[in-house]
T-cell receptor
């Protein structure tokens, strides 16, 4: 059974204070690891897909990295508008499903 | 603009009264899915559809039905809703590895 664990559950940062969110996973046949951003009351918004260990992707202040057991979402010099819940998901060998973690709620204070 | 549209956005109903939540996508994607999101449990897949007339159970299908008579629509049917189906529901469509989510339907069953 595919499993995804995200930590921490919640993170509070000051504006400009860089940090990382963790996503550890177990999956049979990784088809991809996905990061989403979710604002309150809205649907998740796609950020990144990572396919293999060593891969990195960047978007503005966000950088996602992948190893064989975990992924990190690095947030550099965050701004208050980066406040959201960040979800990690894995696609296993079966195309049909994504298994989501419970998310990390990020709050960036001015 | 790529869109996944759910209706209604909010719904309060009584136990046992059949209801349907509609989902429509304008991207001509084959794959569609329904999720529910609950505090502390994250996103869990209810049903998915790989194509027209092809549907299958996800992780939490009990108490739900779906149909896929045409590619763009994937309604979620609760024939006899119960209070434990109070949740935030998301419809999603996928192309390759990128998922597009609807804005969500917040359902309360009293």
């Amino acid at each position: 059974e595919d499993q995804v664990t995200q930590s921490p559950e919640a993170l509070r940062l000051q504006e400009g204070e860089s940090s990382s969110l963790n996503c550890s996973y177990t999956v049979s046949g990784l088809r991809g690891l996905f990061w989403y951003r979710q604002d309150p009351g809205k649907g998740p918004e796609f950020l990144f897909t990572l396919y293999s260990a060593g891969e990195e992707k960047e978007k503005e202040r966000l950088k996602a990295t992948l190893t064989k057991k975990e992924s990190f979402l690095h947030i550099t010099a965050p701004k208050p508008e980066d406040s959201a819940t960040y979800l990690c998901a894995v696609g296993g060998s079966g195309y049909s499903t994504l298994t989501f973690g419970k998310g990390t709620m990020l709050l960036v204070s001015p | 603009e790529a869109q996944v549209t759910q209706n209604p956005r909010y719904l309060i109903t009584v136990t046992g009264k059949k209801l349907t939540v509609t989902c429509s996508q304008n991207m001509n994607h084959e794959y569609m899915s329904w999720y529910r999101q609950d505090p502390g449990l994250g996103l869990r897949q209810i049903y998915y559809s790989m194509n027209v007339e092809v549907t299958d159970k996800g992780d939490v299908p009990e108490g739900y039905k779906v149909s896929r008579k045409e590619k763009r629509n994937f309604p979620l049917i609760l024939e006899s809703p119960s209070p434990n189906q109070t949740s935030l529901y998301f419809c999603a469509t996928f192309v390759n590895t990128e998922a597009f989510f609807g804005q969500g339907t917040r359902l309360t069953v009293v």
